[in-house]
């Protein structure tokens, strides 16, 4: 792999499934997943084959049609679970296997009611029978940002040796902050044997709103996969968002950072993300939220007029959405008023934009916004006592 390739693990259909109320069918999944594949992410997180029937047929069914990323299924640190998950993907052209346990202190004492050294004897256990099948093995130390690091080095050197080809280092809980997280990171690239023969990734919560931050802080300092879902989707607050992991590295190319995704689908797979399973996006959602292009403001309005990058820092059409929206309401000034009535068909002298926009406050001062039928009416009015060109 690339050294500056940074690979999108998706686990929409995982970890975002997770959410009250967002279970999806097979036949949803498979479109999902099968637009994940032509979005371009490099694994498709397909299930938690143990858990139930469907969710065993899901991650068969998508093995079988996904055609260029690598198809992964969940499990714990179980035998059963690895060998069901083995059997789900044996369709699959890159099969992956994502096994692992809880490595706090915390885990340990009141989950697993356990001590350090035996975690560790579990996890090489669980990733060695997971290899039996695969080549390609995903350990997962969950709440390693939690996690004593000098302890989590040594749990992710014994796992290295016992087959791991990828390192899930899960801010479980969202309590890391991105300079902790990334040094968590550059200890573990500087104190783990053989850390060269795996790959490091982020999985980072959202809790305290630091999901984003804290997997770019993982990739600047090393690692080189961030596992995300569309729109942010996941438990409790939510996980990574993919859409915004991906632009942050598009727009800092000085980061020497890149994916593969296909920006230009972002907007389209969030809608049908979105649609399929019954979860809003918040308006003000970064990248993929309705008002993520919009500008209200008179003084915006006027920048983004004269120059789209006064105000934005991305082209719209760079993740699918076809342009910036200027959206009236009364603190729109003339020129907004004025390129929205050319936009649709007007075109206004000095004097008649005077006249038209005094009418405009008006309407704008009883609605939240103007919209298009408001400004022919408009002029429509005005047009009674001075003729208004078509542009």
Known sequence: MQDN??????????????????????????????????LGVNVIEAGFPVSSPGDFNSVTQISKIVKNASVCGLT???EN?????????????????????GTSDSHIQFKFNSTREKVIERAVKAVAYAKS????????????????????????EA?????ATVLNIPDTTGYCLPEEYGAKIKYLRENVKGIEKATLSCHCHNDLGMATANSIAGVINGARQIECTINGIGERAGNTALEEVV?????????????????KLLYDTSILVRESMGMPVQPNKAIVGANAFAHSSGIHQDGVIKNRETYEIMDPEDVGVTES??????????????????KIGYE??????????????????????????????????ISKTSEVAKA
């Open 81 to 101: 679970d690895i060998k069901v998950a083995a059997e789900a993907l044996k369709f699959a052209k890159h099969p992956r296997i994502h096994t692992g346990i």
């Open 76 to 78: 714990r640190a179980v």
């Open 247 to 263: 632009m942050v590295l598009k727009q800092h190319p000085y980061l020497n950072l890149e994916t593969s995704i296909n920006t």
């Open 348 to 381: 206004l002298t000095k004097v008649q934009l005077d006249i038209a926009y005094e009418a405009f406050l008006n309407v704008a001062d009883k609605q939240k916004e103007v919209k298009d039928n408001d400004i022919h009416a408009i002029i429509k009015e």
């Open 133 to 156: 099948f695969v080549e390609d093995v995903e350990f997962y130390a969950e709440d390693a940002g939690r996690t004593d690091n000098e302890y989590l080095a040594r749990v992710c």
């Open 325 to 342: 929206a200027i959206v009236l309401t009364a603190r729109s000034g003339r020129a907004a008023l004025a390129y929205r009535a050319k």
């Open 159 to 163: 796992v290295i040796k016992a087959g």
């Open 5 to 38: 390739k940074v690979q999108i693990f998706d686990t929409t259909l995982r970890d975002g499934e997770q959410v009250p109320g967002c279970k999806l069918d097979t036949t949803q999944k498979l479109i999902i997943a099968e637009r994940l594949d032509l």
